[in-house]
C-alpha cells in the first residue's frame, strides 16, 4: 500500500481494537475474582460454572439478535446501545447480593425456592453482561467489512480481536489490585465504567465510508478495489436476508461449526484458568498476575500472526478463502501442544501456562481467520446476521462447556483426583481444532461466493 492511499481506516480499527479489549476487560473480572467469591459465598465449580453458562447463553442468543440488530441500525448507533448496555451489566456485578435478593423474594411469590441469593445475583448481572456483549463482534466485523479490503480484513481483524488479549493481560494487573485495595465491588464498577470513555471517541470518530469526512477519494477507492460486488462508491441498496436463507447456504454452517467447536476452548481458558492456578498451584490471587499476563500477551502475538498468515498464501494466487483454510489448518496443529501439560505438567506451573499460552494463540489466530470466511464470501447486508448465527453457535457450544466442565472437576474432585479431570478438559482442547477444521472443509472445499 501507497503512503499516499491514506490510513483512516486503521483509525477505525484502532477503535474496534479498544472497545474489544474493554468487552475483555469486563467480562474477565468474575473469573479473577472467582477464588476470592468461592470462599466468600461458598460456590462449588458447579455453582460458577452455572454462573458462566448463563452468561454464554445470553451471549449466544442475543449475538443472533445482535447480527440482525447491528445491520439494520448501522455499525455506529447499534454498537453504542450495546456498549452502553454491557457496561451497566458490568457495574452491576458490584451489587449482585442486593439484585439476587430482590429476585429471590420474587421467585418465592411464585413458589419457587432454595436458589443461592449470590449465585441468582451474578446469573442475572452475567445476563445483562452477556446481552450487551453480544453485539460486539457482529459490529466489529461488519465494521471491518465496511473499512478493508477483502485482502486486509483478517489482518485488521486479527489487530482488533488481540484487544481481546490485552483486555485478558489488563484484567489480572488490575483486578486483583483493585479488589485487595478497594473491594471487589470497586473492580466491577471501575472496568465497568470504562466503557463510557471509549464511547466518546466512537461517536465522534466513526461514521460509515461514504459519510466519513476523514476518509480520502483514494482511500475508499483502495476499499473498494478488490470486492466482488460490495461496492462502496453507490450506497449499497437494502437487502433483507432471512435466517432461513442464510441457514440454507453450506459457507453458513461452515462458520457455524467451526464455533460451536472451538469457542468453548476460548471460554474455558478465561474463565477457568485463574482457578486452574490456584487449585493445582496453591498460587494466590496476586500470584497468578504474573504467569496470566505471560500467557494472554502470547494470544495477542497469534492474533497478529494468525491474521497475516494467510495472506502469505493469497498473495501466491490462492482466492482468500482457500488461503485462509490452508492456513487455518497449519494453525489447528499447535493446540497439540496442551497435549504435553499430562505427562509434564506437574514438573512447574510455568509449563503448563507456556502450553496453554500456545493454545489460546492458536485459537486466536484460528478466530481471526474464521471471523474472515464470512466477509470472503457474504455480501456486507448479511455479515453481521451471519456472525450472529456463528456466535449463537459458539456462545451455546461455550455454555455447554462452562457445564460440563464445572460438573467433571467437581466429580473427579470428589474421587479426590481433580488433575484427571483436567487432563480431560485438556485433551479436548489440543484436538477439537482439527475436528472443526474437517468439518469446515467437507462443507465448503473451495471458495465459493454467496448469491443472496
Not at 292 to 314: A, R
Request: include cysteine; hydrophobic fraction near 50%; charge should be positive.
Amino acid at each position: 500500500m501507497k503512503n499516499k492511499t491514506g490510513s483512516y481506516r486503521w483509525t477505525i480499527c484502532a477503535l474496534l481494537f479498544f472497545g474489544t479489549t474493554i468487552n475483555y476487560l469486563d467480562r474477565q473480572v468474575l473469573s479473577l475474582l472467582h477464588p476470592v467469591l468461592e470462599k466468600e459465598f461458598g460456590w462449588t465449580n458447579s455453582d460458577y460454572g452455572t454462573i458462566t453458562a448463563v452468561f454464554q447463553l445470553a451471549y449466544a442468543i442475543f449475538m443472533l439478535l445482535a447480527g440482525r440488530f447491528v445491520d439494520k441500525l448501522g455499525v455506529k448507533k447499534g454498537y453504542t446501545i450495546a456498549l452502553i448496555i454491557w457496561s451497566i451489566g458490568a457495574m452491576i456485578h458490584a451489587y449482585a447480593i442486593e439484585i439476587g435478593s430482590v429476585a429471590a423474594n420474587i421467585l418465592g411469590v411464585i413458589g419457587v425456592s432454595g436458589i443461592s441469593i449470590s449465585v441468582l445475583g451474578f446469573i442475572i448481572a452475567r445476563l445483562v453482561l452477556g446481552m450487551g456483549e453480544s453485539a460486539n463482534f457482529p459490529a466489529a466485523i461488519k465494521a471491518t467489512a465496511e473499512y478493508f479490503p477483502k485482502k486486509e480484513r483478517a489482518l485488521a481483524t486479527g489487530i482488533f480481536n488481540s484487544g481481546s488479549n490485552i483486555g485478558a493481560i489488563l484484567a489480572p494487573l488490575t483486578v486483583p489490585w483493585l479488589a485487595y485495595h478497594l473491594g471487589w465491588q470497586s473492580s466491577f464498577i471501575i472496568i465497568g465504567a470504562l466503557g463510557f470513555i471509549w464511547l466518546l471517541f466512537w461517536l465522534v470518530y466513526y461514521d460509515t465510508p461514504l459519510k466519513q469526512k476523514r476518509l480520502s477519494a483514494e482511500e475508499l477507492q483502495y476499499i473498494a478495489h478488490d470486492t466482488v460486488y460490495d461496492k462502496i462508491s453507490e450506497p449499497e441498496p437494502e437487502i433483507k436476508v432471512s435466517w432461513y436463507k442464510l441457514l440454507t447456504f453450506r459457507q453458513t454452517w461452515a462458520f457455524t461449526l467451526g464455533k460451536f467447536f472451538t469457542d468453548g476452548v476460548w471460554w474455558f481458558f478465561l474463565f477457568w484458568l485463574p482457578s486452574y492456578l490456584t487449585g493445582q498451584f496453591n498460587l494466590t490471587a496476586t500470584q497468578i498476575t504474573l504467569p496470566l499476563t505471560v500467557l494472554y500477551t502470547m494470544t495477542m502475538v497469534g492474533s497478529i500472526s494468525g491474521g497475516w498468515f494467510p495472506m502469505y498464501f493469497i498473495n501466491r494466487g490462492y482466492s482468500s478463502y482457500d488461503g485462509r483454510m490452508k492456513a487455518m489448518f497449519y494453525i489447528a496443529l499447535f493446540p497439540l501442544a496442551v497435549l504435553l501439560i499430562l505427562p509434564f505438567g506437574d514438573i512447574s506451573y510455568w509449563i503448563p501456562v507456556l502450553l496453554i499460552g500456545v493454545g489460546a494463540s492458536a485459537h486466536q489466530a484460528w478466530s481471526a481467520n474464521l471471523y474472515s470466511t464470512i466477509s470472503d464470501m457474504f455480501p456486507k447486508a448479511a455479515v453481521a446476521s451471519v456472525t450472529g448465527i456463528g456466535g449463537m453457535a459458539g456462545g451455546i457450544g461455550g455454555a455447554l462447556v462452562s457445564v460440563l466442565v464445572g460438573r467433571v472437576l467437581d466429580y473427579y474432585k470428589t474421587m479426590g483426583s481433580v488433575t484427571t479431570g483436567y487432563a480431560i478438559v485438556f485433551s479436548v482442547c489440543a484436538l477439537i481444532y482439527l475436528i472443526a477444521w474437517s468439518f469446515m472443509k467437507v462443507l465448503v472445499p473451495k471458495m465459493k461466493i454467496v448469491k443472496l
